[in-house]
């Protein structure tokens, strides 16, 4: 059965020349919009990715009315609870068949948003992986700079350095509960309905033997995303999984791709070999943003220039530049 052909990139290995590894990162978002970072513990450490999925365990299985409390506001912060959110209502009949809970960046390692009671004493541990995401996707937007000969190579960089300004930037615990027997409806074959991504990078950690993910090729058709890609088998953790989101797409004039995605029911026709885990589904993302003020000029770079895809920013002059947030609140409606 055919899968999704995404390339393995290793980035946090100091052997790897910088530039090639740039260039292919550069190459896959390109072509696929997808690429994943091999995962061997030296940019996230793997107890981090682990204990951040055990807290996340915890974190739904709190008292209803805790969750509640902590309910998702304008700011995008908080808890979702079932079917609350339907990210493809055109052909969605049922909500998502999914919890979240969104963390936006803490100040001063205090949350800026109610916790449920039982995980405060897990504050900082988030905290913490937060940040390691937060520096990993500095890294990836770096590298890209240098992937793309940007002038500064440091450009994308800088664009989401905390030190500029807030971000948007949400840290998402997913939970997918197993179906029960009596709703096997097609309707109900939906973890998380057909989309793109708003921001700039998405990261996305998954669980060995937990699939669900399909990407929409430009062909149509929908594959999946195997967890375990071929040359990561025996590595600590699975790869975490790196896709382009719509603001860097429309940043990079449609040359970078942000390409759509759901979650759907394992066990159906397009499940990856040795990937048939029928148990609730654990996931988490960081999407990551640029600094929300921050407006979106042209890119100095060569390539994204001479580049005429769709959409894309307008030439000085032309019309109102947009900043990040605007291009966000533009996505919300
Ligand atoms: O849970 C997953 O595998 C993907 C989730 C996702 O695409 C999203 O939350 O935007
Ligand atoms: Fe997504």
Redesign the pocket.
Known sequence: MAVANIPVLDISDPSQDEVRVARDLVEAAIEHGFIYIKNTGGDIPIDAVQGAFHLSKELFAAPLEEKQQCRIQKNNKGWAGMQYESLDPKNQRSGDFKE?FNFGEFASGQPQQPIPPSITHHTSQIDTFYDHCYNLTLKLNHLLGIGLNVNPPTFFRDAHLRANGASSSIL?L?Y?PSLPMTTAQPEANV??GA?S?YGSL?M?F?LPRQP??EILLPSNKWVPVPVSPPGTGSDPAPPILVNIGDLLSYWTNGLLRSTV?R?VFNGGENSVKGETDTDA?Y?I?Y?CHPVGTLPLTAVPSERVKGFKGKGGVKEEGEEKVLTADEHLMMRYV
């Open positions: 979240t998402r997913l997918y973890r998380a989309h991504d998405t996305l998954r669900g993910l995605h979650v589904r996931s993302a999407f």
